[in-house]
């Protein structure tokens, strides 16, 4: 389910290892993967974050003065949680992905 809610979603932007119309997902889950390297915080910010994204709480500064800042995309919390736990636990550079 993880998976395809990711899939179903993010990658319209994000695409997986490639920077085009937003940050790849490896590019910001490695910035905010050393932020917050344990899984429960990284879910709990990353998710939070998506809910109600703000350029002061990011921690990509540069990527928004590029791209614009995250729209919010009204997904109730538990789902970003289940998609940020995705994210977290997916190494997306062996997937091949480019979406």
Not at 39 to 49: A, G, P, Q, R
Request: overall charge positive.
């Amino acid at each position: 389910m993880s998976s395809l809610l990711f899939n179903g979603n993010c990658i319209t932007c994000h695409k997986e290892t490639q920077t085009i119309s937003a940050p790849s997902v490896v590019k910001f889950k490695e910035v905010y993967k050393s932020a917050f390297p344990v899984k429960k915080e990284f879910v709990n910010y990353m998710s939070s974050w998506v809910l109600n994204p703000k350029e002061e709480t990011s921690l990509m500064h540069h990527s928004i003065q590029k791209h614009g800042l995250m729209p919010n995309l009204s997904y109730d919390l538990d789902t970003l949680r289940e998609i940020s736990a995705y994210i977290y636990e997916t190494d997306f550079t062996k997937r091949g992905g480019k979406h």
